[in-house]
C-alpha cells in the first residue's frame, strides 16, 4: 500500500532521480544510508525504496524534496553482524519512479564501520558495584493477578540472570507449563521487561517468540530462546544492548503479563534487579 502510494505521487508530479550518498555507515550495528535528491525544474519529489539484501529482505520507504537528503537507517540483525563487520562494501538496490517509469539500480558501495557511543539519554545510569555473574528473585506462589484479561497470567516463582560468556542469560520460571500459543503460532510466556531512562518511553520486553522489542523499532532480532515445562530463557549477546546505549549494564524484571500497563505477576515487585557488564564505581 505505502509503495503504491508513493509510486503514484511521484508519477503525478514527476519524480526525479534521486542517488546514494557514497559512503554508506556502520555505526554499532545501525547501517545509515544518505540518500539525496537531484534538483531539477521539473522534479517535484524523489521518492522510492532502498533494500541491503546482505542485511534482509526488507526495504525503507523514502520521499524526499528536490535537492534535499535524507538518512535512512537499518538495524543489523544479529546472525550476520559479525560477517557484515568485516566487509568493506555494501551492495544496495535503489528502487524509484523516474519520468513514470520505474527503474531499479543494484550497485555496490564503500561502508565504512565506526564506534559510537550509545545514546546517553536513553540509556539508564547503571548504580555502583560489581559485575554481575549470577542473580535469582524468588517469588511468592499466588501473588499473579491483572488487570485486564490477558491471554494467559502466569504465577511466577523463580527470575535469574546469569553471565553466559559475552551475554546474559534471562530465566523465568512459573506454576504454568508453556503450552499455548497465539493466533501467530508464537509462544504464550511470561516476558522480561528492560526500562529505558524516562517512563514515558516504551520498555523492551523480551517475548515468548524470542523477540526483543520496544521503543526505538518495532521488531529487534530474535534471540535465542529455550522453553523446557514452565521455564523460558533467553540469551542477550552484549553487543545488541550495546548499541542502544546500555553499554555498562541494564535494569529488568520478569513480568507475567508481558506488557507495560498489566505486567501481571512481576518479579521483584519491589523494583528491578540491576546486570552489570562491568564493574561499575
Same mark, same amino acid.
Given at each position: 500500500?505505502?509503495?503504491?502510494?508513493?509510486?503514484?505521487?511521484?508519477?503525478?508530479?514527476?519524480?526525479?532521480?534521486? #542517488?546514494?550518498?557514497?559512503?554508506?555507515?556502520?555505526?554499532?550495528?545501525?547501517? !545509515?544510508?544518505?540518500?539525496?535528491? *537531484?534538483?531539477? +525544474?521539473?522534479?517535484?519529489?524523489?521518492?522510492?525504496?532502498?533494500?541491503? +539484501?546482505?542485511?534482509?529482505?526488507?526495504?525503507?520507504?523514502? &520521499?524526499?524534496?528536490?535537492?534535499?537528503?535524507?538518512?535512512?537507517?537499518?538495524?543489523?540483525?544479529? +546472525?550476520? =553482524?559479525?560477517?557484515?563487520?568485516?566487509?568493506?562494501?555494501?551492495?544496495?538496490?535503489? &528502487?524509484?519512479?523516474?519520468?513514470? *517509469?520505474?527503474?531499479?539500480?543494484?550497485?555496490?558501495?564503500?561502508?565504512? =564501520? #565506526?564506534?559510537?557511543?550509545?545514546?546517553?539519554?536513553? @540509556?539508564?545510569?547503571? #548504580?555502583?558495584? +560489581?559485575?554481575?555473574? !549470577?542473580?535469582?528473585?524468588?517469588?511468592?506462589?499466588?501473588? @499473579? =493477578?491483572?488487570?485486564?484479561?490477558?491471554?494467559?497470567?502466569?504465577?511466577?516463582?523463580? /527470575?535469574?540472570?546469569?553471565?553466559?560468556?559475552?551475554?546474559?542469560?534471562?530465566?523465568?520460571?512459573?506454576?504454568?507449563? $508453556?503450552?499455548? =500459543?497465539?493466533? !501467530?503460532?508464537?509462544?504464550? @510466556?511470561?516476558?522480561?521487561?528492560?526500562?529505558?531512562? #524516562?517512563?514515558?518511553?516504551?520498555?523492551?520486553?523480551?517475548?515468548?517468540?524470542? *523477540?526483543?522489542?520496544? !521503543?526505538?523499532?518495532?521488531?529487534?532480532?530474535?534471540?535465542?530462546?529455550? $522453553?523446557?515445562? /514452565?521455564?523460558?530463557?533467553? &540469551?542477550?549477546?552484549?553487543?545488541?544492548?550495546?548499541?542502544?546505549?546500555?553499554?555498562?549494564?541494564?535494569?529488568?524484571?520478569?513480568?507475567?503479563?508481558?506488557?507495560?500497563?498489566?505486567?501481571?505477576?512481576?518479579?521483584?515487585?519491589?523494583?528491578?534487579?540491576?546486570?552489570?557488564?562491568?564493574?561499575?564505581?
Amino acid at each position: 500500500m505505502l509503495r503504491s502510494l508513493l509510486l503514484g505521487l511521484v508519477a503525478a508530479v514527476g519524480g526525479g532521480p534521486a #542517488s546514494i550518498v557514497v559512503p554508506i555507515e556502520d555505526q554499532n550495528g545501525i547501517v !545509515y544510508v544518505t540518500v539525496r535528491c *537531484q534538483g531539477a +525544474p521539473n522534479t517535484a519529489v524523489c521518492a522510492g525504496r532502498i533494500g541491503l +539484501p546482505q542485511l534482509d529482505e526488507t526495504t525503507t520507504a523514502f &520521499t524526499i524534496a528536490p535537492g534535499a537528503s535524507k538518512k535512512l537507517q537499518s538495524f543489523i540483525p544479529g +546472525p550476520v =553482524h559479525s560477517r557484515v563487520a568485516k566487509l568493506k562494501a555494501l551492495t544496495a538496490v535503489l &528502487t524509484q519512479m523516474v519520468d513514470g *517509469q520505474e527503474q531499479t539500480k543494484t550497485t555496490s558501495y564503500r561502508l565504512v =564501520h #565506526s564506534a559510537q557511543d550509545g545514546p546517553t539519554s536513553d @540509556a539508564l545510569q547503571i #548504580s555502583a558495584g +560489581p559485575a554481575t555473574r !549470577y542473580q535469582a528473585v524468588r517469588d511468592s506462589r499466588g501473588d @499473579a =493477578h491483572s488487570g485486564s484479561p490477558l491471554p494467559q497470567v502466569f504465577d511466577i516463582v523463580l /527470575a535469574t540472570a546469569k553471565r553466559q560468556g559475552d551475554a546474559a542469560v534471562l530465566t523465568v520460571s512459573s506454576t504454568t507449563p $508453556i503450552t499455548q =500459543h497465539d493466533g !501467530y503460532g508464537n509462544p504464550i @510466556a511470561p516476558c522480561v521487561e528492560i526500562p529505558w531512562a #524516562s517512563a514515558s518511553q516504551t520498555p523492551m520486553f523480551l517475548f515468548g517468540n524470542g *523477540q526483543l522489542a520496544g !521503543y526505538t523499532q518495532s521488531y529487534w532480532p530474535k534471540l535465542k530462546t529455550s $522453553i523446557h515445562g /514452565a521455564t523460558i530463557s533467553w &540469551t542477550i549477546p552484549r553487543s545488541l544492548l550495546a548499541r542502544k546505549g546500555f553499554t555498562k549494564g541494564f535494569l529488568w524484571r520478569a513480568t507475567g503479563g508481558c506488557d507495560q500497563q498489566n505486567l501481571g505477576d512481576r518479579a521483584p515487585n519491589s523494583g528491578f534487579k540491576t546486570f552489570r557488564w562491568v564493574m561499575v564505581g
